[in-house]
């Protein structure tokens, strides 16, 4: 097996129903402005536990809505 | 309204979309009705970036009101962000692999080996990425894994962009026999890998 190569725009992918391209674009979907962590454990070369968290970054007094208590 | 990001554009925005605030950063927002899902924002932070807007986009699975994309506005220092990636979008590199065919798991030994086999395809599918990222030689987001696929970023100026996908693609066909997947190179997107919050939050502090 060599290379097979694809090659498409933004809009390419996302007007598509190709199962590899909306996979991408799920993997496009968490990025931007959060702080994702990821953790593997790993024990020799096995991956046995993933531990993976969104964080959004802001005071809280000002990222809650006014009305809510704080 | 719903946020898609911050830009310092001041002036016009597509049809549908608005901006909030009035500094010389803004919240770029979107109605609610059209921007329920994440693949509606996404869409919607896309035609924001093709219309030349300079956009630090939140990510498209997190939904941020209007009033919580302007406090946030407040609360951080976002212009020297914002201007590092005016000019600027990503690529987003993805490479598929095939799965090593494994036995059946019917004890702890099978399980370990089955592990150990998507380990191995899982580090092949990242070395690949490596070595395509080295060739483009411009900034690199950390890999990220989706079911079937490993990915990454690369940032690269909107005018070079075209050029940086044919040179990609010219120096992977010489390789045919020296690296093998499945690779797509997509793009160009806003710059999703690279808007960094953790600099926000310090400068914030």
């Known amino acids: 097996m060599g290379v097979e190569l694809h090659l498409a725009t933004a809009d390419e992918v996302l007007c598509s129903g190709d199962d590899r391209l909306v ?3 799920d993997g496009l979907l968490h990025h931007g402005v959060v702080v994702r962590g990821e953790l593997w454990l790993t024990v020799a070369d ?3 536990v993933f531990l993976g968290v969104d964080l959004l970054l802001a005071a809280p007094h000002k990222i809650r809505p006014a009305d809510q208590p704080t | 309204m719903i946020g898609l990001g911050w830009t310092s554009e ?8 608005r901006l909030h605030g009035d500094g010389p950063i803004r919240a770029l927002c ?9 693949r509606d924002r ?25 009033q919580q994309a302007i406090s946030m506005m407040r609360t951080a220092d976002m212009a020297p962000i914002i201007t590092q990636l005016k000019t600027k979008g990503q690529l987003t590199l993805s490479v598929q692999q095939p799965q090593i065919a494994t036995d059946p798991i ?7 080996a089955a592990r150990k086999n998507r380990h191995d395809v899982r580090a092949n599918q990242a070395d690949l990425l490596h070595h395509i990222a ?9 890999l990220r894994r989706t079911n079937h696929c490993v990915q990454c970023d690369i940032l690269v100026e909107r005018s070079e962009a075209d050029k940086l996908k044919d040179q990609l693609a010219h120096h992977l066909h010489g390789s045919s026999g020296l690296v093998e997947g499945v690779i797509s190179i997509t793009g160009l997107w806003p ?9 926000l939050g310090a400068s914030a502090a």
């Open chain 2, 42 to 66: 996404l869409g919607m932070q896309v035609r924001s970036f093709d219309a030349g807007i300079d956009l630090l986009p939140i990510a498209p699975s997190h939904q941020i009101s209007s």
């Open chain 2, 30 to 38: 979107a109605p609610t009705a059209v921007s329920k899902t994440a």
């Open chain 2, 10 to 17: 001041t002036a016009t925005v597509p049809d549908g979309l």
């Open chain 2, 106 to 112: 019917s004890d702890g030994r099978s399980w370990l």
């Open chain 2, 191 to 199: 710059p999703f890998g690279f808007a960094d919050l953790q600099r």
């Open chain 2, 134 to 142: 080295a060739l483009a030689g411009r900034p690199v987001s950390p």
């Open chain 1, 23 to 25: 996979d991408l674009v």
């Open chain 1, 46 to 48: 096995v991956d046995l």
